[in-house]
């Protein structure tokens, strides 16, 4: 995944760009790059990030550019690989997200007719079937273009023989912002906010041109019209407003998620496919998957409904019989994982439904209905507030399945998350930032909650973490236990609380240092373990969620300490959109 960014109007190109490719870093930011339309095609792209200190003056002229932030799939992060990528007259600038699957055999049959490749990526391919086809019209070249190419495609190209952006997508995202006399075309909304809240977003099979004065959407041989939806989240919401990150400022922002997230579902407006389920099956990637796990053992044990859920990743491949309501969650929208193991559910005859953050993304599309949670723009890697919507969605499904029973406990929701953000963690942070491993352990929902705080931690801080069933450490993980490896233990007083401290003194007995987080004055739980942090004795959904934030602010502050670059961790990108 990478982010692309075009820009037509009356003002110059390339420093709308460079704004806007800032704000999409987080889809990838190992290399960048910007193509205008000056004298001939102006270029400039480099290794690295734009937003380092010196990277974004770049100078090219004209009023016409494209942009593109990458994440590295086929060939290094260099110079060279860097997109905008062009054809051997230098005649068509193209920037790409996605995957062409079929680019070796097309680069094969390309060189075979005497094209010049100068990148190792899957991109150029296009650039150079495009000049093949281009006569004297982008628009009908890309078309033809595309009907060749097999994968996922938002591309832009720029020839400087057309004063116009040609735009195509496939299974990536791609928006058209319409401003007033320009408009622009991106990977999402964060960069197009600044200067519009009114949005067009492209259908799978769409090419537009966008012109200074008009859009034009064609679908096959139709011209065909894309409604333009008004966006209500702000500009203000995608900046850090004073906070030294954006997971911090995300974190903060967890108790309106929640409660916005809460709000926007009820009863009378869920849809029709999401109205009771006699069983579900849940298909998502990473935070996403630790959510649906957490809403199977909260609405088995409530309601009694059977919930059975997948790795998206692996449901391609390894179908298991579903039938029934298929709930892909995904907060981004795009992730190619959770979108095909969705489509195959439908090809089963399942129901579909999308719990997604992003109006208008792929997975709305492709399921039967979609709710949105609202927990505004996430920009930081790590997913925090978007997770907290997650469950606010799935915690408010489970309500309505049970005669609305949890009104008051899910309206008190976002009052324990921002009371539990003051908690001081200092002596936590000391351990963890220290430790070469880390375990996580809890039972039932709690178990989740372990997988979803280790993720945290290894992905912002480094530090290698394993949540873990409670249960399950003894076979096995046990023999990575020492005085270096904390454990942290996740111990509320429900049915497992018995067991959980018999596990803790298992877990001191190797030695392991062990910080537990249970209820405040909890004076058994206190005096087996090495540091206690408490949580409100309230109602199990509100445990889960304190402890859940907890688990964030830990993971944020020892990677802090660590000087981790928090928002934009080594390797990973906002939403992965290759399988
Ligand atoms: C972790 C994280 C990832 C995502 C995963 C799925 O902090 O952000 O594990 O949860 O890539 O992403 P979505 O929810 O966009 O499908």
Redesign the pocket.
């Known amino acids: 995944m990478c982010g692309i960014f075009g820009y037509i109007g009356r003002r110059t190109a390339a420093p709308i760009i460079v704004k806007g490719l800032k704000k999409l870093e987080y889809r990838g930011y190992d290399s960048f790059g910007i193509a205008t339309l000056g004298s001939g095609i102006e270029i400039s792209k480099h290794e690295g990030r734009i937003s380092e200190n010196g990277r974004s003056a770049i100078r090219l002229n004209g009023t016409i550019g494209i942009g593109h932030t990458r994440w590295a799939t086929h060939g290094i992060p260099n110079d060279i690989n860097a997109h905008p990528h062009m054809d051997c007259k230098n005649r068509i600038a193209i920037v790409h997200n996605g995957i062409i699957e079929n680019y070796a055999d097309l680069k094969r049959q390309l060189i075979a007719r005497g094209h010049r490749f100068l990148s190792e990526t899957d991109t150029e391919v296009i650039a150079h079937l495009i000049e093949e086809k281009y006569t004297n019209n982008l628009l009908t070249a890309v078309r033809d273009t595309v009907s060749d190419l097999q994968g996922s495609f938002a591309l832009l190209v720029i020839s400087p023989e057309e004063q116009r952006i040609v735009a195509a997508r496939n299974a990536s995202p791609l928006v058209i912002g319409v401003g007033d006399g320009e408009f622009f075309a991106a990977s999402d909304m964060t960069p197009i906010l600044e200067y519009t809240e009114r949005a067009m977003f492209l259908e799978d099979g769409d090419i537009a041109s966008l012109s200074q004065t008009k859009v034009e959407i064609f679908h096959g041989d139709d011209i065909v019209t894309r409604q333009i939806e008004l966006i209500d989240w702000s500009v203000e919401d995608t900046k850090k407003g004073g906070f030294p990150h954006y997971m911090l400022k995300e974190i903060y922002e967890q108790p309106q998620a929640f409660y916005n997230s809460i709000s926007g579902i009820t009863k009378e407006t869920i849809p029709r496919v999401a109205i009771k389920p006699s069983s579900v099956v849940i298909v998502?990637?990473?935070?996403?998957f630790h959510a649906g796990l957490i809403f199977k053992y909260l609405l088995e044990e409530t309601c009694g409904i059977p919930v059975r859920i997948e790795y998206a990743s692996e449901f391609k491949y390894f179908p298991p019989p579903v039938n029934g309501l298929v709930i892909g969650i995904?907060?981004?929208g795009?992730?190619a994982d959770?979108l095909t193991a969705l489509k195959q559910a439908k090809a089963h005859n399942c129901s579909t439904l999308a719990i997604t953050n992003v109006l208008g993304s792929s997975v709305s599309r492709i399921a039967d209905s979609t709710l949105y949670m609202r927990a505004g723009p996430e920009i930081s890697?790590?997913?925090t507030k978007s997770f907290v919507a997650q469950l606010a969605v799935l915690m408010q499904l489970i309500n309505i399945y049970s005669d609305n029973q949890f009104n008051k406990v899910l309206l008190q929701g976002h009052r324990a998350i921002e009371d539990i953000l003051l908690k001081d963690l200092s002596e936590a942070i000391a351990i963890c930032k220290k430790a070469h491993s880390l375990f996580y352990v809890g039972r039932g929902a709690f178990f989740p909650v372990s997988l979803e705080g280790a993720?945290?931690m290894k992905?912002i801080s480094y530090i290698h973490a394993e949540g873990y069933a409670a249960g399950e450490l003894k076979h096995g993980p046990f023999a990575l236990l020492s005085k270096d490896t904390p454990v942290i233990a996740i111990c509320m007083p429900d049915d497992t609380y018995g067991v959980m401290i018999s596990n803790i003194k298992e877990i001191k007995a190797r030695g392991a240092p062990v910080i537990a987080l249970g209820v405040e004055g909890d004076s058994e739980l206190t005096d087996v373990v090495d540091l206690f942090i408490s949580v409100p004795k309230t109602h199990k959904f509100v445990q889960v969620l304190t402890s859940l934030v907890i688990l964030q602010l830990l993971a944020y502050h020892t990677a802090v300490a660590l000087k981790r670059d928090i928002d934009k961790p080594r390797n990973l990108a906002k939403?992965?959109t290759v399988e």
């Open positions: 998502a990637c990473g935070s996403s995904t907060q981004s795009e992730t959770t890697v790590a997913a993720l945290k992905e939403s992965v």
